[in-house]
């Protein structure tokens, strides 16, 4: 069974450029969860969809972040624009109904905003 | 909302030592507590998790043990070895609509020497 797949893995762009981050479940996974994790620290979540529905963004600073997960599988992460402080790697997880407790975290995609 | 407090930052061990990493909490409505593992460019992994209405939990070299009444919890690693070196996050979560929501603690980066 395939993990989550992040793409991509690594990027670097200028302050005050757009960036997003794509992400695709472990199939079959209907929650989907995007995390930030600061260097030295524990991931802290952004956002979590329960399908295609955004049931907790509380910490998604919403000014210029946003996300999407049109039809319940893959999802989309966007900063506009990207700030010096957003450097951190992104991370994104899923799980089942079955297993709803168990989070499965996809590799990350690390971002550097110079 | 949960805090979550988790040490020592740094663990140095010999090979075939054992490793204890403490975390405490503070919101009581906390019921389900994963650990993970995360290697250097990955994504958190769980090794072991244990839920509310357990004391302790075993899976071979690792275990973890629950105190709710002084909300804390703590992951133990038996004869460790060279590629139990990794940096390890604790958890503490909520139920909220359907899935657990973790709050991280800031993690343990677990060095094993030969």
């Known amino acids: 069974e395939a993990g989550v797949v992040q793409s991509p893995r690594y990027k670097i762009i200028e302050k005050k450029q757009p960036v997003a981050f794509w992400c695709n479940p472990i199939s079959g996974h209907n929650t989907l969860y995007w995390y930030r994790q600061n260097l030295g620290q524990g991931p802290e979540l952004l956002i979590r969809y329960e399908n295609e529905e955004a049931v907790d963004d509380s910490q998604l600073p919403k000014d210029r972040f946003s996300a999407e997960r049109l039809k319940g599988v893959d999802s989309t992460l966007k900063i506009q624009p990207a700030e010096l402080g957003d450097s951190a790697v992104y991370l994104c997880?899923?799980?089942?109904?079955?297993?709803?407790?168990?989070?499965?975290f996809g590799p990350g995609t690390r971002l550097l905003v110079l | 909302g949960e805090n979550v407090e988790q040490h020592p930052s740094t663990l140095s061990v010999q090979e075939g030592d054992s490793a204890v990493i403490k975390c405490t909490y503070s919101?009581?409505?906390?019921?389900?507590f994963p650990w993970y593992k995360q290697e250097l460019g990955k994504g958190p992994q769980l090794i072991i998790d244990i839920r509310s209405n357990v004391g302790e939990k075993k899976d071979q070299r690792i275990a973890v043990t629950l105190n709710k009444t002084a909300k804390h919890f703590s992951l133990h690693i038996t004869e460790t070895q060279p590629e139990d070196s990794a940096v390890y996050f604790c958890a503490a979560s909520i139920l909220s609509g359907g899935s657990y929501i973790p709050t991280f603690g800031r993690g343990t980066s677990l060095i094993v020497h030969p």
């Open positions: 919101d009581s409505a906390s019921n389900y």
């Open positions: 997880a899923s799980s089942s109904l079955g297993l709803q407790e168990t989070q499965y």
